[in-house]
């Protein structure tokens, strides 16, 4: 199968899928997928962060909650989206330090980092405890048992990050 990005049509992927007719004719079978925002391989860490993540910061300080995941098979390249390496800034790290710069005086930043496996939910901060996660009254999800963690700055979100990786 071969995935294609169409550049005119950012929110749309394309898969092209080798087929066989019964009489043994080779065809291809595309199939699009839709998503809110679609980026190729060439893009750097911070081109995906600017085009993902930066509005949310907006979203925060207005009251509002972000969450910013990543999913994918392994190898897909989350790790290093999320992380960075090789002098590219991981998402995390672009997303606390504009948190940061933006937060006001006497306000302070907590985190929690859990992992979704198998069906399962897992609190990377708290020995890889297994979560429940439970619908209330008033119809929000929350994460049962989920630590929070207050962060000082970047340097020691990402050493919580770390932790949890």
């Given at each position: 199968?071969?995935?294609?990005?169409?550049?005119?049509n950012?929110?749309?992927?394309?898969?092209?899928?080798?087929?066989?007719?019964?009489?043994?004719t080779?065809?291809?079978?595309?199939?699009?997928?839709?998503?809110?925002?679609?980026?190729?391989?060439?893009?750097?860490n911070?081109?995906?962060?600017?085009?993902?993540c930066?509005?949310?910061?907006?979203?925060?300080?207005?009251?509002?909650?972000?969450?910013?995941?990543?999913?994918?098979?392994t190898?897909?390249?989350?790790?290093?989206?999320?992380?960075?390496?090789?002098?590219?800034?991981g998402?995390?790290?672009?997303?606390?330090?504009?948190?940061?710069?933006?937060?006001?005086?006497g306000?302070?930043?907590?985190v929690?980092f859990?992992?979704?496996?198998?069906?399962?939910?897992?609190?990377?901060?708290?020995e890889?405890?297994?979560?429940?996660c439970?619908?209330?009254?008033?119809?929000?999800i929350?994460?049962?048992?989920?630590?929070?963690?207050?962060?000082?700055?970047?340097?020691h979100?990402m050493?919580?990050?770390?932790?949890?990786?």
């Amino acid at each position: 199968d071969v995935l294609a990005c169409n550049p005119e049509n950012p929110n749309v992927i394309c898969m092209l899928e080798p087929k066989h007719k019964v009489d043994l004719t080779p065809y291809i079978e595309r199939h699009n997928f839709t998503y809110d925002l679609v980026l190729d391989e060439k893009k750097s860490n911070r081109e995906v962060y600017e085009a993902s993540c930066l509005r949310l910061i907006d979203t925060v300080f207005a009251g509002g909650c972000a969450t910013v995941f990543a999913y994918g098979q392994t190898g897909s390249g989350k790790t290093f989206t999320m992380l960075g390496k090789g002098g590219q800034e991981g998402l995390y790290l672009q997303a606390a330090k504009d948190l940061y710069n933006n937060l006001p005086e006497g306000y302070s930043i907590k985190v929690s980092f859990f992992e979704i496996y198998g069906g399962k939910l897992f609190d990377l901060l708290n020995e890889r405890e297994k979560l429940e996660c439970r619908e209330d009254g008033k119809g929000t999800i929350n994460v049962c048992g989920l630590t929070e963690h207050n962060v000082d700055d970047t340097d020691h979100l990402m050493q919580v990050i770390d932790y949890g990786n």
